[in-house]
């Protein structure tokens, strides 16, 4: 089934089709009907596998077939989200999604001045993409009503539940005076999340798990290999110099390591941009620009970031260093491999953090492939004689080797 054949407006078709849409994924497939149908949906899907889109068609096109001018009368759907760059990159996505329609989509976060934010309130909204701290903001302040609200929208439920959100969105929900929909949607969930999930949605509500074994997705390949703190810098040098022309964001635990990782790899004339949650909110949107519009190649970020980057063409993740929650490594490898892409992801770790590689390995119920690395190779590395081996060699080795065998037990099965 392709969406030329879904019930959903011609301008809406026609720009899926100009974005390079043409079948839904899994989760557009399973999301798309019951959301449709004005069911309540909890959904599970890895990152990169269209959660955006899955609900952003239903939703736009509801309004659209509800509205017989572009004039607003008032917000019909509120999408909350836990960061400033997820409520971007969600707002482009209804922006392009909507465009032609008369549907006005419109993105708030903090970090910014109100003032303009207000003023395009008061012209008049129907979808509201915004972090909790500045719709509260603006709620109290008397500039967002939400009596006409249809349709709630929890994108990232689980981080949003995990930082203490519950209370504010029971606090909407009150609000909500209308008959409305919520929609949970999420690249991982835990247990104890999952009950207030649950607790939030009707009990008739919709459950979609799509690949609940596998939360990394298909088209990403993930690798550890066993590096010491004091010698990531000048594995990590030779990894850009291996593969110049090509995108790579670089994970790290703190803003003081993002800093200072860039400064190691300018003394070796890599060029590199931070992104951290120190950077104010303009130049952490330029930084994300330029990086999409490939102005530079190397982008160092936190785990602010792992959940709001959203381009398709970055080839490679790097985990610097291992994140504190293993659910967050699932966010920060789903960076690469977005939609048809293939990507790789390279977590580079300490003796320091062998730990927290085991816990990781327990949360994904399966063992990251070691990339192995001989002692010679090692020493000529963080020694950086004029030629040494290709890192990326070793990559290339080791997934020829995995195709290999996976061909043989195909072979054997038959």
């Known amino acids: 089934?392709?969406?030329?054949?879904?019930?959903?407006?011609?301008?809406?078709?026609?720009?899926?089709?100009?974005?390079?849409?043409?079948?839904?994924?899994?989760?557009?497939?399973?999301?798309?009907?019951?959301?449709?149908?004005?069911?309540?949906?909890?959904?599970?899907?890895?990152?990169?596998?269209?959660?955006?889109?899955?609900?952003?068609?239903?939703?736009?096109?509801?309004?659209?077939?509800?509205?017989?001018?572009?004039?607003?009368?008032?917000?019909?759907?509120i999408i909350m989200v836990p960061t400033r760059e997820l409520a971007l990159q969600i707002g482009e996505v209804f922006t392009n999604l909507a465009r032609g329609t008369k549907v006005k989509t419109f993105a708030l976060y903090g970090g910014i001045e109100q003032d303009p934010q207000i003023k395009k309130l008061q012209k008049g909204?129907?979808?509201?993409?915004?972090t909790p701290g500045r719709m509260f903001d603006l709620i109290h302040q008397g500039y967002i009503i939400l009596s006409n609200v249809e349709t709630l929208v929890l994108d990232e439920a689980d981080h949003m539940l995990d930082l203490g959100f519950i209370e504010d969105i029971k606090f909407v929900k009150k609000m909500l005076t209308?008959?409305?929909?919520?929609?949970?949607?999420?690249?991982?969930?835990n247990k104890k999340i999952q009950r207030l999930a649950y607790s939030q949605v009707k009990s008739s509500a919709i459950r979609i798990q799509i690949s609940p074994d596998n939360p990394v997705a298909k088209n990403v390949s993930h690798f550890v290999m066993f590096v010491e703190m004091d010698d990531k810098r000048f594995f990590l040098k030779q990894f850009i110099t291996d593969n110049p022309d090509t995108k790579i964001i670089v994970f790290v635990r703190t803003r003081v390591r993002a800093e200072r990782v860039a400064k190691a790899m300018e003394r070796v004339q890599i060029s590199s941009?931070?992104?951290?949650?120190?950077?104010?909110?303009?130049?952490?949107s330029d930084v994300m620009k330029k990086f999409k519009d490939s102005k530079f190649n190397i982008l160092i970020a936190t785990d602010v970031s792992a959940r709001g980057i959203d381009i398709p063409d970055v080839s490679y993740v790097i985990n610097y260093d291992l994140p504190e929650k293993p659910e967050n490594y699932v966010h920060r490898v789903g960076r690469t491999g977005r939609g048809i892409n293939k990507g790789t992801a390279i977590t580079f770790c300490s003796t320091d953090e062998k730990e927290r590689i085991h816990?990781?390995?327990?949360?994904?119920?399966?063992?990251?492939?070691e990339i192995k690395i001989g002692k010679k190779y090692y020493s000529s590395v963080i020694n950086q004689p004029m030629e040494p081996v290709s890192l990326?060699?070793?990559?290339?080795?080791?997934?020829?080797?995995?195709?290999?065998?996976?061909?043989?037990?195909?072979?054997?099965?038959?």
């Open 125 to 130: 909204i129907d979808i509201l993409i915004t």
């Open 1 to 77: 089934m392709n969406f030329e054949q879904y019930h959903i407006a011609e301008e809406i078709k026609k720009n899926l089709s100009q974005l390079g849409f043409k079948r839904p994924t899994d989760i557009q497939f399973k999301s798309i009907p019951s959301i449709m149908n004005g069911e309540d949906v909890l959904a599970i899907a890895q990152t990169g596998t269209g959660k955006t889109v899955a609900f952003a068609i239903p939703v736009i096109n509801k309004i659209q077939n509800k509205k017989s001018s572009k004039r607003s009368t008032g917000i019909k759907c």
């Open 392 to 414: 990326q060699a070793l990559f290339d080795e080791e997934k020829l080797w995995q195709e290999k065998r996976r061909k043989t037990k195909r072979k054997k099965s038959k």
């Open 178 to 189: 209308r008959k409305h929909q919520t929609l949970f949607f999420s690249a991982t969930i």
């Open 273 to 284: 941009f931070t992104i951290h949650g120190e950077k104010d909110q303009h130049e952490r």
């Open 359 to 369: 816990d990781i390995q327990r949360f994904l119920n399966k063992e990251i492939q």
